[in-house]
């Protein structure tokens, strides 16, 4: 018998049946990435609590101690930790689900699946960094003697909003980058532009109010903001911010998604 693959058609952007039928090959490529992330390491899954603890004590060197950044009432470590939780999972992601094409090149070119496994799973991969690195705010919480109100309960929400935003982004970027290699080099610049442009080391409230919205339209404001409230209690309630910030990713992700499947069918010849 001769099985003759083609193109799906159609013009809806994800095909959830055929990614349902693929939800081991998700799995097993979850796991390997986490095995070859930590393999012949010293220190092992240890780097994900490392990464955002020494930012933090720079952070709070600099723009706490020297620079006096408002944290609206929170010892700054606590802060700036808070946001940078959702921050990491965020860049990680992004970075991962960016390269993640050309990375499993030899993959792609040999045997069918569908492409969209691939991004996928590098976003899962860093979700189990953030929960080891999640343990450490609970213990400076602890410290500071913070303790989350009612409202944690909608935490969930915004680490979704956080992995969707990488998703999103990612997608763009990891076809691009299968088709131009110079998008690439383009990564680090852009995570370290967003850094600056999101409220991880000063607090939202001090951008004018003429310019929130505007503000609003970096997916990554509604989810710092989203975190700190959530966990600290400080500030109000994201309102108008994260109603601007979950249009934004929601654009983004269709938009994304769109421009996916439509180089799909091609990925495997111009990779």
């Not at 055929?18 to 240890?46: C, H, I």
């Not at 999972?89 to 689900?97: G, K, P």
């Not at 991004?119 to 991969?125: D, E, T, V, W």
């Not at 409230?229 to 990713?249: D, K, R, Y």
Request: proline share 6%; hydrophobic share 55%.
């Amino acid at each position: 018998m001769t099985l003759i693959l083609k193109p799906s058609e159609g013009r809806a952007a994800v095909n959830i049946k055929e990614l349902w039928d693929y939800r081991n090959l998700l799995y097993f490529m979850v796991w390997r990435d986490l095995k070859v992330r930590y393999k012949q390491t010293f220190l092992g899954a240890s780097w994900a609590i490392i990464q955002p603890v020494f930012s933090m004590i720079v952070f709070s060197i600099f723009f706490g101690h020297l620079a006096k950044m408002p944290s609206d009432g929170v010892p700054y470590p606590v802060f700036s930790y808070t946001a940078l939780l959702p921050w990491q999972l965020f860049a990680n992601s992004l970075a991962e689900c960016s390269a993640s094409l050309v990375a499993n090149r030899n993959l792609i070119t040999k045997v069918y699946f569908p492409r969209l496994i691939i991004p996928m799973a590098s976003i899962f991969s860093a979700l189990v960094d953030f929960g080891i690195a999640f343990l450490v705010l609970l213990v400076l919480m602890a410290y500071f003697r913070i303790w989350p109100g009612i409202q944690i309960l909608a935490l969930p929400f915004f680490v979704l909003l956080a992995v969707l935003t990488a998703f999103s982004v990612g997608l763009w970027l990891s076809a691009l980058n299968a088709q131009y290699r110079d998008f690439r080099y383009t990564l680090p610049f852009l995570i370290q532009l967003w850094l600056f442009a999101s409220p991880v080391v000063y607090p939202s409230s001090m951008v004018p109010a003429q310019w929130r919205t505007l503000y609003g339209l970096n997916p990554m404001v509604g989810v710092v903001e989203g975190f700190r409230w959530c966990l600290l209690g400080i500030a109000e309630p994201p309102g108008l911010l994260l109603a601007v910030s979950v249009g934004a990713v929601a654009f983004l992700l269709v938009s994304g998604l769109l421009y996916f499947r439509k180089v799909e069918s091609t990925i495997a010849d111009s990779i």
